[in-house]
């Protein structure tokens, strides 16, 4: 990092029409003093949580081996690059309350970040995300995004035991009664990041995309004059930011002029754009931006809902997911399920490299995130909410001993790595849901377990 006498205001913006376009963080906006404080020094944690629908195949989930010597398994295997900044997690579990029958799926997506079962349901209930978001989202203009590849419906009920929708189709609860839903389309989020959304009418949100075509072509006199105080470095930084965005930008206008294209329904999967893989990628990379620019600390991702019907035909599975998860041992299901397991983790490791290769500050994106990631149940043919498949991903700020498999005693709560996370977030809380206490073994110089 380049230390200069006179700083760039860490919230400035670029300004165009109807838009505001943040920045990265630039050698720039550290001064010369400053730069050598602690303060200066510490970086920036960021929170996100990746929720994958209908349950893991756990015997190609789960590691052999614990501690730093275990092997990837084949669904962890694209996670090979970043097995230094990888924590498997075993023996977490998302017990029902007592006397509690149905709503199997509602309670894996909902119990995944609150901690509370839908069938005794706390009106005080509040998501850990959202734990995060109300302080660190004091210093950010957002203080949360949610986001997700199928789109929300939260009238009616959707699973056994007449459970509201709500249930299946968030993991992000702000109250008890406020589930908070999964935006799925990429324009609505990019526009919330960056655009002007006064109105969300679709005829004057449309008028307005044509009356200007990017928003990076808006503001371009800022660029050009904030270029002219920027240091060869911060230069290609700012660049390589601002490409970004603008690659963003084509790749939503290129989707939303294939969806006004006639396309066989037959192959048309669920969600906008047409393509998983594009949806996805572009759902990642606008959280990446939120990352980048500070827009918000804390993001909450659903690959799919619970009961999730969506086939796989680009990877060879036409069979729809939510029945295929019902697979009573067959090992043909289970090698389908597999395949479908191992490509959410493939698309989330091309998230995880463009964070990796995302300067912020001395480090990376990827060395100053949390990321949880994995379901709310572990074999989906019996619902299983014992031994989930958990991974968090990310350096944490220097805060997690990654590298390891850690298996943790029975009955051992979700809500222990709340309770963990929460706290090297700087969120103080002493219990969430059925916590019992933080997880041991996160960090460096912590408590160890046996055997790691």
Known sequence: MIITKKAIPRRTVLRGLGATVALPLLDGMVPALSALSKTAAKPVVRFGAVYVPNGMVMENWTPAAEGNKFALTPILQPLAPFRDQLLVLSGLNSTPPPGINGGTHSRASTKFLTAEHPGAWNPRAISMDQLAAQELGKQTPLASLELGLEGANFAGSCDSGGFSCAFSYTISWASGATPLPMEHNPRAVFERLFGDTDSTDPAARRARRQEQRSILDSVRDDVARLSRELGPSDQLKIGAYLDAVRDVERRIEISESQRDEELPFVDRPLGVPGSFAEHAGLMYDL??????????????????????????????????????SHHRNVPEALAKLTKINTYHVTLFASFLEKLKATPDGDGSLLDHVMIMYGAGMSNSNLHSPYNLPIVVMGGGGGQLQSGRHLVYPEQTPLANLHVSLLDKLGVDVDRIGDSTGALPGLSAGAERLSGV
């Open 287 to 324: 959280q990446l931006l939120a990352y980048q620019t500070d827009r918000t600390r804390v993001t909450t991702f659903m690959s799919g809902h619970e009961l999730s019907g969506r086939t796989y035909r680009e990877i060879g599975v036409p069979d729809a997911h939510h029945p295929l």
